[in-house]
């Protein structure tokens, strides 16, 4: 299933529509017609997908952290820096 991702104008206010996430126009809040916004079931589709892509960026990332050569006696902490990416790459759960 194809998921649209081409810019649309709101027909209420001419707002130019960047995401067909939300079902309301984010300018003048009324209802965008069914066409320019995506379904929940693909919504849940891009969601779960996304939620999967962050997991396995996030798991990278931590792989490419522990694979790092330890320096020092006894090796170093990560970094706060890559704790703090980490954490943005996992992401709040919605
Ligand atoms: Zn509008």
């Known amino acids: ?3 649209q991702v ?3 104008k709101c027909p209420h206010c001419g707002f130019v529509v960047l995401t067909n996430r939300h079902p309301k126009c984010e300018r003048c ?3 965008l017609p069914k066409d320019m916004v995506l379904s929940e079931a693909e919504l849940e589709t891009l969601f779960a997908r996304e939620r999967q892509e962050r ?3 996030a798991q990278k990332a931590y792989r490419k952290e522990l694979a790092k050569p330890a320096t020092g006696i006894g090796g170093e902490a ?3 820096l890559s704790v703090l990416s980490l954490g ?3 992401g709040p759960d919605i």
Do not use: T, W
């Open 6 to 8: 081409v810019p649309a």
């Open 1 to 3: 299933m194809p998921i």
């Open 88 to 90: 943005d790459l996992i």
């Open 78 to 80: 990560p970094s706060v």
């Open 55 to 57: 997991a396995e960026a």
């Open 29 to 31: 809040d009324r209802q």
